[in-house]
């Protein structure tokens, strides 16, 4: 049986990457794997810029959704990925390479996950976390001015200019055709908890 293949989105700061580092933990060993849309932004160079001329990294074009779909296809026919690590334009840090292995259960993360058009199709179960915009800015805030050490103002400019129009265009849509839609204000452990149980189901299905 090929990977059932599972495609988890909602806007920047809707607390995605925790939820998914929690569903992670929760799952049997070599059970699931992860596909971050993280490591498929172009380089700065290719980014489109505003009428300020500073670089929109949240528009659709920003990411290489191509190569993201051509991955995955890979990964559904039981092959492994190797990936350069995208690491924010930080001249500081030297990029990683990340082993993806295909396996029984494979999440696809980011806020175009469910995108692609051909990806969508191939997608068995699509996943939005939702979070209101206000918990959303706040956790964009804590992320990239503090945790990446990014210029407060900057991050201010592009949560107004860039993010918010963007996911009102691009992103809120997904949310009414979601298979599963979990809010996460505060929490999500309910809904982590029929995730993870499903998702276990599937996974035992595959290993057999």
């Given at each position: 049986m090929k990977p059932y293949l599972v495609g988890i989105t909602g806007g920047s700061g809707s607390g995605k990457t925790t939820f998914i580092n929690a569903l992670l933990a929760s799952m049997p060993v070599n059970s699931v794997s992860l596909l971050s849309q993280d490591n498929y932004y172009k380089s700065i160079d290719q980014q489109?810029?505003?009428?300020?001329?500073i670089e929109n990294f949240d528009i659709p074009s920003s990411l290489d959704l191509d190569k993201f779909y051509s991955d995955v296809v890979r990964l559904r026919e039981g092959h492994d990925l190797q990936l350069k690590e995208y690491t924010f334009n930080r001249s500081d840090v030297v990029p990683k390479m990340i082993h993806i292995p295909s396996a029984p259960v494979i999440l696809l993360e980011g806020i175009y996950a469910l995108?692609?058009?051909?990806?969508?199709?191939l997608i068995d179960l699509k996943v939005y976390i939702d979070a209101d915009e206000h918990h959303r800015r706040q956790r964009r805030i804590q992320r990239d001015a503090v945790e990446r050490?990014?210029?407060?103002?900057?991050?201010?400019?592009?949560l107004s200019q860039h993010h918010q129009p963007a996911f009102e265009q691009y992103i809120l849509p997904h949310r009414s055709k979601a298979d599963l839609v979990i809010p996460n204000n505060h929490h999500f452990e309910k809904g982590l908890e029929m995730l993870g149980h499903f998702l276990k189901s599937k996974a035992?299905?595959?290993?057999l």
């Open positions: 489109t810029k505003d009428e300020n001329r995108h692609h058009p051909e990806l969508n199709d050490g990014y210029d407060q103002d900057d991050v201010l400019y592009r035992q299905e595959r290993m």
